[in-house]
């Protein structure tokens, strides 16, 4: 569910017309719902209900400080994969007992500022790493809280680019030589286990890959404590998909997913940590842009838009679909025509669709697109030098730009020319 519905035959943003929105910031940009990010954060607090448990948002998905501060003032904890993100996590008030520095490549200096500012837990993703967190915990006097990321070799049945728990991804240490790697972590002085970490994917949508992997963590977490280690903890990631376009099956629902984790890991006495990211913010945004031209092709109609892959780069990354719909209604009776939907990059892949389906557009009506408010500006660039797009937020009846858009002059200025040229 979310709160973008139609009044009159007008897209609204909750109470704010997304007209009115696009009127005083112009297109294209992102809006985000307050009252949809807050909803989705308290369905997997409440199937998590009965158990400890803290819901960390995955900040990958959607990072602006807005959006962190929202969800952290509820209580979130953040799940950041970068030094980046973690001071975006810190500077929007989350403390930092409750964020967990997930990722495959953090640096020393990342590591001293995550420890000297406060850290819930790193999840630890191989043996270098381990060795490189105990030295900057010994050179800070203190130890590192931790847990290590087993790859269970689980396939999460998602698109290639967005699996992470197979044999053959970068994340993680195999499940079969976990036993050693917690066994080497005990032996260091910088370091602490607190538990185990696991996360096989993105955008999945049934349940039976996450049991898979929640059953070897399960059998892991008995054979630790045998072993010795206080397993108090367990990281079960995020992955959690959402429904892309209305006409498909929706992916199970928050309520189902916990239910789940407490069937198969509710008896080990562990907190619970899961770190939703798309499944929290990606039914809360609309990317809104306008149309620039209607072209007529070879045996196809093109609607060439102002916004473009820069902007939005799951399409032509992953094949991903996003609902498109007209911020206006069609008068009913009005014959819908077809279109392939296109940005103004000079690329053939800053296509949004092929063959789409739509009420009939003019150049300067608006279009939505649906399902954005994850990997959406997050993944943006000024490809084509074009400036990185604003981001807006409504809540009720009001509504703030969270992320200006910068001017021509703004952007150029970030570049330098060598006096010797």
Same mark, same amino acid.
Request: charged fraction near 25%; glycine fraction near 10%; include cysteine.
């Given at each position: 569910m979310d709160h973008f519905l139609y009044r009159d035959g007008?897209?609204?943003?909750?109470?704010?017309?997304?007209?009115?929105?696009?009127?005083?910031?112009?297109?294209?940009?992102?809006?985000?719902?307050?009252?949809?990010?807050?909803? /989705?954060?308290?369905?997997?607090?409440?199937?998590?209900?009965?158990?400890? /448990?803290?819901?960390?948002?995955?900040?990958?998905?959607?990072?602006?400080?807005?959006?962190?501060?929202?969800?952290?003032?509820?209580?979130?904890?953040?799940?950041?994969?970068?030094?980046?993100?973690?001071?975006?996590?810190?500077?929007?008030?989350?403390?930092?007992?409750?964020?967990?520095?997930?990722?495959?490549?953090?640096?020393?200096?990342?590591?001293r500022a995550a420890l000297t500012g406060g850290i819930r837990q790193f999840n630890v993703e191989s043996e270098p790493e381990l060795e490189?967190?105990?030295?900057?915990?010994?050179?800070?006097?203190?130890?590192?809280?931790?847990?290590?990321?087993?790859?269970?070799?689980?396939?999460a049945k998602t698109h290639a680019k967005i699996a992470t728990g197979k044999s053959e991804n970068k994340f993680g240490i195999p499940i079969a030589k976990a036993r050693a790697a917690y066994a080497q972590a005990a032996a260091m002085k910088g370091i602490e286990v607190v538990g185990i970490d696991v996360h096989i994917g993105s955008q999945l949508t049934e349940l039976a890959?996450?049991?898979?992997?929640?059953?070897?963590?399960?059998?892991?977490?008995?054979?630790?404590?045998?072993?010795g280690h206080n397993i108090r903890r367990l990281d079960l990631g995020g992955g959690l998909g959402i429904p892309y376009t209305r006409s498909n099956e929706a992916p199970p629902l928050p309520t189902d997913y916990g239910a789940m984790v407490k069937e198969v890991l509710g008896d080990l006495g562990c907190e619970i940590e899961i770190e939703p990211g798309r499944l929290i913010a990606g039914n809360a945004g609309l990317l809104v842009s306008s149309v620039i031209y209607v072209k007529e092709g070879e045996g196809r109609d093109f609607l060439i838009l102002d916004a473009a892959m820069n902007d939005l780069i799951r399409p032509a990354m992953y094949d991903a679909h996003h609902d498109i719909v007209p911020v206006n209604e069609a008068a009913p009776g009005a014959l819908p025509a077809r279109y392939d939907i296109v940005g103004p990059v000079c690329e053939s892949g800053d296509t949004f669709a092929k063959g789409r389906d739509m009420p009939a557009l003019a150049p300067n009506e608006l279009v939505a697109f649906r399902s954005a408010g994850a990997y959406g500006a997050v993944m943006a660039s000024e490809y084509n030098s074009r400036p990185l797009i604003p981001e807006v937020l409504v809540m009720g009846d009001h509504f703030a730009v969270i992320r200006e858009r910068p001017s021509l002059e703004e952007m150029l200025n970030r570049d330098s020319i060598p006096v010797w040229l």
């Amino acid at each position: 569910m979310d709160h973008f519905l139609y009044r009159d035959g007008a897209l609204y943003a909750e109470d704010v017309p997304v007209s009115e929105i696009a009127a005083q910031v112009g297109t294209p940009f992102y809006v985000y719902s307050a009252a949809t990010l807050t909803r /989705h954060f308290r369905l997997f607090d409440e199937a998590l209900d009965g158990i400890d /448990h803290l819901v960390c948002y995955a900040m990958k998905a959607a990072s602006n400080l807005a959006i962190v501060k929202l969800l952290g003032d509820l209580g979130a904890g953040m799940d950041v994969v970068s030094g980046g993100e973690y001071a975006r996590a810190r500077a929007a008030g989350v403390p930092g007992e409750r964020i967990v520095f997930s990722g495959v490549g953090k640096t020393r200096e990342e590591m001293r500022a995550a420890l000297t500012g406060g850290i819930r837990q790193f999840n630890v993703e191989s043996e270098p790493e381990l060795e490189a967190l105990n030295a900057v915990a010994l050179d800070l006097g203190t130890r590192a809280p931790i847990t290590i990321r087993v790859n269970p070799d689980v396939d999460a049945k998602t698109h290639a680019k967005i699996a992470t728990g197979k044999s053959e991804n970068k994340f993680g240490i195999p499940i079969a030589k976990a036993r050693a790697a917690y066994a080497q972590a005990a032996a260091m002085k910088g370091i602490e286990v607190v538990g185990i970490d696991v996360h096989i994917g993105s955008q999945l949508t049934e349940l039976a890959p996450f049991r898979a992997a929640y059953e070897k963590v399960a059998e892991l977490t008995q054979q630790l404590r045998a072993d010795g280690h206080n397993i108090r903890r367990l990281d079960l990631g995020g992955g959690l998909g959402i429904p892309y376009t209305r006409s498909n099956e929706a992916p199970p629902l928050p309520t189902d997913y916990g239910a789940m984790v407490k069937e198969v890991l509710g008896d080990l006495g562990c907190e619970i940590e899961i770190e939703p990211g798309r499944l929290i913010a990606g039914n809360a945004g609309l990317l809104v842009s306008s149309v620039i031209y209607v072209k007529e092709g070879e045996g196809r109609d093109f609607l060439i838009l102002d916004a473009a892959m820069n902007d939005l780069i799951r399409p032509a990354m992953y094949d991903a679909h996003h609902d498109i719909v007209p911020v206006n209604e069609a008068a009913p009776g009005a014959l819908p025509a077809r279109y392939d939907i296109v940005g103004p990059v000079c690329e053939s892949g800053d296509t949004f669709a092929k063959g789409r389906d739509m009420p009939a557009l003019a150049p300067n009506e608006l279009v939505a697109f649906r399902s954005a408010g994850a990997y959406g500006a997050v993944m943006a660039s000024e490809y084509n030098s074009r400036p990185l797009i604003p981001e807006v937020l409504v809540m009720g009846d009001h509504f703030a730009v969270i992320r200006e858009r910068p001017s021509l002059e703004e952007m150029l200025n970030r570049d330098s020319i060598p006096v010797w040229l």
